[in-house]
């Protein structure tokens, strides 16, 4: 690491005596990355030209990734690939040598392009392959509509270089431009500017003109739809789906003025949010311009747009401000998280943002327990080598991130403590955080200019939750907990208790069931909420956790579990229930779901369920 740092100022100084801009432009600035191949330093791309077919019948993605380079003399570029098919390369338009190295399992190959100090351009034509991890082809069946096949990316954390040969680390930023041809049935879209109808012939043109990180590439095809929230956001979605999501998020645009309100401009001029088929991965993923969410979130009355506050928020913490590594991975998503839940004070009010501060605090102790043979998980700043960036991508970023921020933010105030975040994000726009950059730039704006000690080390650098943490209270949950517990004292169930509750407070009363509560109890809380048959996918997933732990089978809930399961890709949700099943001694019933359900399953999902479940494909 310190001889690293010498080098590079080394380098600093040789280049800034000798041709200042180009030391300005790409020397030194790139930390050391353990997830990527590229050696930015050397020579690093920074605009891309994407020009692919989108094959539904072969289901393979092909074409030509150029790229406009910057170097230091280099004689070669290194850029990742994984399980792509690489067919030629040129430098500036002529053909050039390229190698790919030895494969890695979670990094894939690097592929090292020949290229003269002057060369300005790279090409590159390449297919993705069968084995692509990022891409997920869906049958029509697996649609909403049933009538047209689908395609989606996820790039986060490592993918892209699955679907696009790239130097696959946060720290890289390129604009790009894209020509994607589809069939002309299908509309394409991107993380870029995007069209709001078919074109005729099924091509498609795209320009991000903001500097993204390549885990933000991201390309989703099917027989989309749009409709306009505001003029600056609106919603992609099958057409059975649309009229539904755009009601859900219909204060998507009072959203964006808040965040505007808190830390400063919206940059990316559009915020939509395409609404996937519900293999989707993940509730949602911030690609820039084009949020990309799970159809679990429309519950019909808005109480789980928390999610589309977060994705938005990651347009200031993560998109706009990147973390350098996947061991930085806190600072976009407890930013992220913090912002989220300030966005929600903002339009719904202290309560609601408490109550969702309050679920994720209690699934950090659940997360916090179950790494408690491995402590050093529950640190913020991470050291995942020689692990997949997916390892370190649970709550402790999150609920321990937004804790962290929350104890400081009381510790300061909040009007000390927004100034500080508005001047961040404005600060490091369209660049990359370290985590020890964050912390120097926490004490010189913040802490020592107002004289204030706080133990940042340890909740950055120290497992465990410290002892300084703000107390969070909800005075709707303790009502919530009593309420729990007056219905199981009773024996009784007085449905009038519970008039009014949001889906939160449900979400509480049902995860803190008592350990001790019985099948009887379940059956009578289930005939008078009929909370199997709930439409709501968050109190769905938590009433089948409890089903699984208390071994309540009534309301034919088994077959609800197996279908939810089947049709739901969301990794968070199926990773609650199939631990829940492994935690009960009952990973046979696991395994039997999952061997119909696997191939449903975008490959994060399933890379973490065959883990869980020790399943061999
Ligand atoms: N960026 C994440 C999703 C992600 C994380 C993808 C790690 C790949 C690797 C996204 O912003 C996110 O956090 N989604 C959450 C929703 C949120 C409300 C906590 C999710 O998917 O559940
Ligand atoms: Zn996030």
């Not at 996947?326 to 913090?338: A, H, I, K, R």
């Not at 050093?376 to 692990?387: E, G, I, Q, R, V």
Request: proline share 4%; with cysteine; hydrophobic share 35%.
């Amino acid at each position: 690491m310190k001889k690293q740092t010498l080098l590079s100022a080394l380098i600093v100084l040789v280049f800034s005596c000798n041709d200042d801009k180009k030391a300005e432009t790409t020397i030194s600035k790139y930390v050391k990355e353990i997830h990527s191949y590229a050696k930015p330093n050397e020579s690093v791309i920074k605009h891309l030209n994407l020009n692919i077919n989108v094959d539904f019948d072969s289901k393979i993605i092909g074409g030509t990734a150029t790229y406009t380079i910057e170097s230091n003399d280099a004689s070669e570029i290194v850029l990742d690939s994984k399980f792509l098919e690489i067919e030629r390369a040129e430098a500036d338009g002529k053909p050039t040598e390229f190698t790919l190295g030895t494969f890695d399992k979670q990094l894939g190959q690097p592929l090292k392009i020949k290229i003269t100090e002057d060369t300005k351009q790279i090409t590159i034509h390449y297919k993705t392959t069968d084995k692509t991890e990022a891409l997920q082809w869906l049958s029509p069946q697996q649609t909403a509509d049933k009538t047209h096949p689908f395609l989606f990316t996820q790039g986060q954390a490592i993918l892209t270089r699955s679907w696009i040969p790239i130097q696959d680390s946060p720290q890289i930023r390129i604009t790009y431009n894209a020509t994607v041809k589809v069939p002309k049935e299908l509309m394409a879209v991107m993380s870029a500017e995007n069209p709001k109808q078919k074109t005729a012939d099924g091509l498609y043109t795209f320009k991000m003109k903001q500097p993204i990180s390549p885990y933000l590439m991201a390309l989703a095809v099917g027989d989309l739809e749009y409709k306009a929230v505001s003029n600056r956001t609106g919603v992609y979605a099958e057409k059975s789906m649309v009229d539904k999501a755009q009601a859900e998020f219909s204060d998507m645009e009072k959203m964006v003025v808040a965040a505007e309100n808190l830390y400063g401009a919206y940059d990316w001029e559009q915020f939509d949010v395409i609404v996937l088929p519900p293999s989707f991965p993940f509730g949602g993923m911030e690609n820039p311009r084009l949020t990309f969410a799970t159809p679990t979130v429309i519950a019909g009355d808005k109480s789980l747009t928390s999610l589309i506050a977060h994705e938005l928020a990651h347009s200031w913490s993560g998109n706009l401000v990147t973390n350098a590594t996947w061991n930085d991975f806190w600072l976009n998503e407890g930013f992220t998280v913090y912002f989220e839940i300030r966005i929600m004070e903002a339009l719904y009010g202290k309560d609601r943002a408490n109550m969702i501060a309050l679920i994720g605090r209690q699934d950090l102790e659940e997360e916090v327990e179950g790494f408690k043979d491995e402590p050093d998980m529950t640190k913020l700043k991470l050291d995942l080598t020689n692990k997949n960036p997916d390892d370190g991508m649970n709550s402790i970023a999150y609920d321990k991130g937004y804790l962290f921020l929350r104890t400081l933010e009381e510790t300061v105030g909040r009007d000390k403590f927004d100034v500080f975040l508005k001047s961040y994000f404005k600060t490091n726009a369209f660049s990359t955080v370290t985590t020890e950059s964050f912390v120097d730039y926490l004490n010189a704006n913040l802490l020592e200019p107002n004289s204030i000690a706080f133990n940042v080390d340890e909740w950055i650098y120290q497992p465990g939750i410290p002892e300084n943490q703000a107390i969070i209270v909800s005075d709707k949950f303790e009502n919530a907990q009593n309420t729990l517990h007056s219905f199981i004292d009773n024996k009784a169930v007085d449905v009038s208790k519970t008039k009014g509750w949001t889906t939160q407070e449900w979400v509480h009363f049902i995860r803190n069931f008592p350990e001790t509560i019985t099948t009887e109890d379940l059956k009578r809380l289930d005939i008078a909420f009929d909370l199997t048959n709930s439409n709501n996918s968050h109190i769905a997933m938590v009433w089948y956790e409890q089903t699984i732990n208390h071994d309540y089978h009534g309301k034919n809930v088994d077959q609800k579990i197996e279908d939810f399961l089947i049709r739901v890709g969301r990794r968070w949700y199926v990773s609650t229930l199939y631990k829940a099943f492994k935690r009960n001694n009952k990973v046979d019933e696991a395994l039997a779901i999952y061997k119909k359900a696997r191939a449903n399953y975008h490959s994060v999902t399933a890379n973490t369920i065959d883990d869980m479940l020790g399943y061999k494909s």
